[in-house]
């Protein structure tokens, strides 16, 4: 398992490789670069994967958690701490190489085409190749720091990403907006990880039953909500979800890898990272987390059905479906699956199933966009009949997120209902509900893009087609995945909450509600968008005309944070402070600048440069003194 | 026997002499002068001193005498420097060397 270190060295090779020599590389030679160092990635996650998978378990049932690589990077002042960097594989993060190397392969694919002929095609590898090395980095961290360091790095390159065109105004303030507002969430974090070494005295991963666990057991819940408070931020939960609808402003195959599959996730992988000692020490803050996920999933919801940019639609559903998975974390009670903690193997699950479909939704808009040249919904309307491939991949996608059988989205959802429901019936009527809602909303996109009323002007004036091979590979390999794995891989042999093999099994009930339902928002979805003229939606448009005001504008909590950070922040604490700075600190020192330059002034005289002045002051000098040796 | 204080008025009038010319004359080679002046009138006092007080050593002789060849070659270095600012500025007028001053 030793070779699990290139997984990580080799995209960090591509990144420096590309961002030195890029500029001497033509965009053809640098973007199959970057791919070919990424399809090995790959195929080194695979075969880490099915080495990890096949190994014989342990005599408790459980996979052996493998440490290959650990060596210490800082010596910290604290003794016994250190700061350690290593490789850790157990089933989850051995799952999520899987995840960020097929989506990062994907991307890398795809972006041949999508950015073709684009400035800065060389940089953009270059970029791309970081994200997928810290995020590989992140998820394999042996350590909770380690984890911290990578956590910045990803949102590092998120920033890059996001103002890749940094000529355009809005993409510079998205980028800018995405690392702030995650910045500060990342403070809550670090102050967790700080009281989590220093009541647990290291920084390791420690299991609920060591002495370090139960040692610093009074302060763990701290820690582990304030770490989630840097969860919340990455992973865009209400209300540091600002961020990530704006940061659509990148281009798209970004928004499919860093906003939708892998970065966003990073807050329900770092929940499942502690699961164990949240389930120990601190189960009241795992079910709020489940509540803000769980309103956090309803509001992003609601706000994805009243808008007309399609990748904002498309953010928002990621919002809600991260909310989805932090749910299923968050109503479980226990680390045993068949008593209360089916959540976590239901969250991995999602998580895993989400990626994918979520990345060939984003992919598949991309095709549009770059068709369309535009993101509004008005422009699109009967694009099924120019790309058909995109059209087939986006409404397997839209089933998978709506939770039909047989798409993969079906079984993930249908665990985490399951997992609701056993929590609490109300938890999970409202979670079936949000699902209700997931359905009606991405199939209003869904007749919105490829039925409904065609922009005919527009479709004439440049006459849209199917996307080149490089774009349409991936759109069907995601799909391929899409569609099989949900009842191919039966995923709770993998990855369940306390290790040990179960076999998951539908809840029929639980299956049957939530399909019906399902079903009946996509008729209704279909009565309302499908037709040229749309009579229904836009009577209930003009119904609820200040519901729907509201929503569009995600019920002004991006004004309220306009609000709050302007006027109140900057109005009330910076200026003053501000004005003190200037004048109170700053005038001191001009003071004394001045002060030293006016006596200065004064006393130049008697550099005169008059040679007899001199020897005037020498002479009388020479007298005094000789006058003292008298005396 | 001439008195040691006739002697020594002698220097004491050129060395004041040399003082007053050093501060009051603005021309190079007149203050160059007065700083031979100043000189010439120590010299005479290690003469003096040797002759009148300690008439067996030599040592005042011969400290007049290198006091000389160093003053010698001082002034050619003066002079040197003299005729150099004179090339440059057309004087030598002590006031008016201030091209270095800024």
Avoid at chain 1, 400 to 422: H, N, Q, R, T, V
Avoid at chain 1, 600 to 608: E, V
Avoid at chain 2, 24 to 39: D, F, G, K, P
Wanted: proline share 3%; charged share 10%; with cysteine.
């Amino acid at each position: 398992m030793e070779i699990t270190i290139f997984i990580i060295l080799l995209p960090l090779l591509s990144f420096v490789f590309l961002g030195l020599a890029g500029k001497w590389l033509s965009h053809r030679a640098a973007g199959l670069f970057g791919t070919a160092v990424l399809g090995v990635v790959t195929i080194l996650s695979y075969y880490t994967a099915y080495t990890y998978f096949t190994a014989p378990r342990l005599a408790d049932g459980t996979f052996a958690t493998l440490v290959p690589y650990n060596f210490q990077w800082l010596p910290l002042f604290l003794g016994a701490m250190k700061f350690n960097l290593g490789v850790l594989l157990d089933p989850i993060s051995v799952m999520m190489l899987i995840v960020i190397s097929t989506v990062s392969l994907m991307v890398h694919i795809y972006s041949f085409g999508y950015m073709h002929g684009e400035r800065g095609f060389q940089r953009y590898y270059a970029f791309l190749s970081l994200f997928t090395m810290s995020m590989l980095g992140l998820v394999v961290a042996t350590n909770i720091f380690q984890m911290y360091l990578f956590w910045e790095l990803v949102g590092v390159s998120s920033y890059l990403l996001i103002g890749f065109y940094f000529t355009k105004a809005p993409a510079v303030a998205a980028s800018k907006k995405a690392f702030i507002v995650t910045r500060f969430a990342d403070l809550g974090f670090l102050i967790g990880i700080l009281i989590y070494g220093f009541y647990v005295g290291t920084f390791d991963f420690v299991g609920p039953n060591t002495s370090a666990a139960v040692g610093g057991a009074k302060m763990i819940p701290l820690a582990l909500g304030l770490m989630f408070i840097g969860g919340a931020g990455k992973s865009a939960m209400f209300p540091l979800h600002i961020w990530l609808p704006d940061a659509m402003e990148g281009p798209t195959p970004v928004s499919a890898l860093i906003h939708a599959a892998t970065m966003v996730v990073a807050g329900v992988y770092l929940v499942a990272r502690m699961f164990p000692l949240f389930i120990a020490f601190a189960p009241n803050v795992l079910h709020i987390v489940a509540y803000v996920a769980a309103f956090t999933a309803f509001y992003a919801a609601a706000v994805a059905i009243a808008q007309t940019d399609i990748k904002r639609v498309l953010a928002f559903s990621t919002i809600s479906q991260i909310g989805f998975m932090l749910v299923a974390l968050g109503v479980c009670t226990s680390v045993e699956p068949e008593a209360g903690g089916l959540g976590y193997m239901a969250a991995m699950f999602h998580l895993f199933t989400h990626a994918m479909f979520k990345a060939c939704l984003f992919l598949c808009a991309g095709c549009i966009i770059e068709q369309v040249h535009s993101n509004e919904m008005e422009m699109m309307g009967g694009m099924r009949k120019y790309m058909p491939i995109t059209h087939i991949a986006f409404l397997f996608s839209c089933l998978a997120i709506s939770g039909i059988p047989p798409f993969s989205g079906f079984f993930s959802k249908d665990e985490i209902l399951s997992a609701c429901f056993a929590f609490n019936p109300i938890m999970g009527w409202i979670m079936t509900a949000i699902a209700a809602m997931t359905a009606f909303y991405m199939f209003r996109l869904y007749y919105g893009i490829f039925w409904g009323k065609e922009n005919i002007e527009h479709h004439t004036a440049h006459k849209p087609h199917e996307a080149p091979a490089t774009m349409t590979i991936p759109l069907i390999i995601l799909s391929v995945i899409t569609f099989f794995f949900g009842w191919t891989v039966s995923f709770g042999h993998f990855i369940s909450p306390n290790g040990k093999s179960f076999d998951s099994h539908l809840e029929t009930s639980v299956a049957i509600t939530s399909v019906v339902i399902a079903v009946l928002s996509i008729l209704i979805a279909r009565t309302m968008y499908r037709n040229e003229k749309q009579v229904l939606a836009d009577s209930l448009q003009k119904r609820f005309k200040g519901l729907w005001t509201a929503a569009h504008h995600r019920f002004y909590i991006d004004e309220v944070y306009q609000f709050v950070t302007h006027r109140i922040i900057f109005g009330c604490v910076s200026r003053p402070i501000a004005w003190f700075d200037r004048h109170v600190v700053d005038g001191f020192f001009n003071f004394l600048a001045w002060s030293t330059n006016a006596l200065s002034y004064q006393i130049r005289g008697f550099q005169s440069g008059e040679i007899q002045q001199y020897t005037y002051v020498f002479l009388i000098g020479t007298l005094l003194l000789i006058l003292l040796l008298i005396l | 026997m001439i008195s040691i204080i006739c002697y020594l008025i002698v220097s004491t009038i050129m060395l004041c002499a040399g003082i007053y010319g050093f501060f009051t004359r603005h021309n190079l080679l007149a203050m160059l002068i007065s700083v031979e002046l100043m000189l010439n009138a120590t010299d005479i006092n290690f003469a003096v001193f040797n002759r009148l007080l300690y008439p067996n050593g030599q040592e005042g002789y011969f400290f007049a005498l290198f006091s000389i060849a160093i003053s010698a070659a001082e002034t050619a270095i003066a002079i040197a420097i003299m005729i150099n600012i004179y090339r440059n500025i057309r004087s030598i007028q002590v006031d008016k060397i201030n091209k270095m001053k800024w």
